[in-house]
T-cell receptor
Framework: AQSVAQPEDQVNVAEGNPLTVKCTYS??????LFWYVQYPNRGLQFLLK??????LVKGSYGFEAEFNKSQTSFHLKKPSALVSDSALYFC????????????FGTGTKLQVIP | DSGVTQTPKHLITATGQRVTLRCSPR?????VYWYQQSLDQGLQFLIQ???????AKGNILERFSAQQFPDLHSELNLSSLELGDSALYFC??????????FGPGTRLTVL
């Protein structure tokens, strides 16, 4: 079985400050890891993914995420938060051999304060 | 625009009724996923199809069913609707091993 945890329901950060949204996972086999963002009344949008290679993954809108195998984490980061980054963020995990079955976390609401 | 289309955008119906939600995946994507999103339950995976075959089932009620047709579009059928079925229903598609692309969703309101 695979699972993903987003321990924070909400993260508040001041505009211009660095932000981190946390995600930990559990999976058998090599993980496929994803981050998605959802703006109000919209579908989820893909931000970035890790399948193999460099542990630091760069994605859309200046976001990046670091894969840490020993800590089974895949935290989302951005050096300088924008008010427009305020949204709901979902982490998701799949695995090689899992035939595309992906499990989503419960989501973290990011609030960037002007 | 993700390339995934869903119809209708909004649906208002009464308890006990049956509705069908439709999804067209991105060109070339063989996998289709259905999700339900409500305020109290978050994003719930319902079911996945791959090239016409059911591949994975999540928290899908027996009153709900889905299928994927030879042209790869998919339909989600919801029957004997209850007030608690009011939610956003998303369809997503993907190519093997890759990220999912989500449609804009269908907002279902059951009165």
């Amino acid at each position: 079985a695979q699972s993903v945890a987003q321990p924070e329901d909400q993260v508040n950060v001041a505009e211009g400050n660095p932000l981190t949204v946390k995600c930990t996972y559990s999976v058998s086999g090599n993980p496929y890891l994803f981050w998605y963002v959802q703006y109000p009344n919209r579908g989820l949008q893909f931000l970035l993914k890790y399948i193999t290679g460099d542990n630091l993954v760069k994605g859309s809108y200046g976001f990046e995420a670091e894969f840490n195998k020993s800590q089974t984490s895949f935290h989302l980061k951005k050096p300088s938060a924008l008010v427009s980054d305020s949204a709901l963020y979902f982490c998701a995990v799949g695995y090689s051999g899992g035939y595309q079955k992906v499990t989503f976390g419960t989501g973290t609401k990011l609030q960037v304060i002007p | 625009d993700s390339g995934v289309t869903q119809t209708p955008k909004h649906l208002i119906t009464a308890t006990g009724q049956r509705v069908t939600l439709r999804c067209s995946p991105r060109s070339g994507d063989l996998s289709v996923y259905w999700y339900q999103q409500s305020l109290d339950q978050g994003l719930q995976f319902l079911i996945q199809y791959y090239n016409g075959e059911e591949r994975a089932k999540g928290n899908i009620l027996e009153r709900f069913s889905a299928q994927q047709f030879p042209d790869l579009h998919s339909e989600l059928n919801l029957s004997s609707l209850e007030l608690g079925d009011s939610a956003l229903y998303f369809c997503a598609s993907s190519a093997f091993g890759n990220e999912q692309f989500f449609g804009p969703g269908t907002r279902l309101t059951v009165l």
